[in-house]
């Protein structure tokens, strides 16, 4: 059964449990080969990635442990071609659904799309 490397679930501590249930459920059968490069940000390296663009917001769901980032796995290496990340996030919500877990996606969202990242919901999961 596939599970996690080692540093996946470092990567994880400081993760809300939900998100991470979600994030293991997914990896059992995913279609593609998958990581958690990043889950818990200090505000330092928050501040380094909206200074570079990588992220827009200092109020970053990463901050608080609800968020995650995924990376996709070909042949051994990472890569970002956007049907990946539809692929998988079809099924990470879907294992979210079936656990009852609540998540959304950046790839859905319209201002600043974010393919790799999935988090709990301001509402459900207030600071």
């Not at 998100?19 to 998958?34: C, E, G, H, R, Y």
């Not at 958690?36 to 200090?42: D, M």
Request: glycine share 6%; charged share 25%; proline share 7%.
């Amino acid at each position: 059964m596939p599970r996690f490397s080692v540093r996946s679930v470092k990567n994880l501590a400081g993760v809300h449990p939900d998100l991470v249930a979600v994030m293991n459920a997914a990896i059992k059968d995913s279609p593609l080969d998958f990581a958690i490069p990043e889950g818990l940000r200090t505000l330092e390296r928050q501040q380094k990635l909206v200074a570079a663009g990588a992220s827009s917001t200092l109020n970053s769901r990463h901050l608080t442990g609800h968020a995650v980032d995924v990376a996709v796995f070909v042949d051994g290496q990472v890569r970002w071609d956007w049907p990946l990340y539809d692929t998988l996030a079809v099924h990470i919500k879907k294992c979210a659904a079936e656990l009852k877990i609540p998540i959304e996606w950046g790839g859905d969202w319209k201002r600043f799309r974010d393919g790799p990242h999935y988090q709990l919901p301001w509402e459900r999961y207030p600071k």
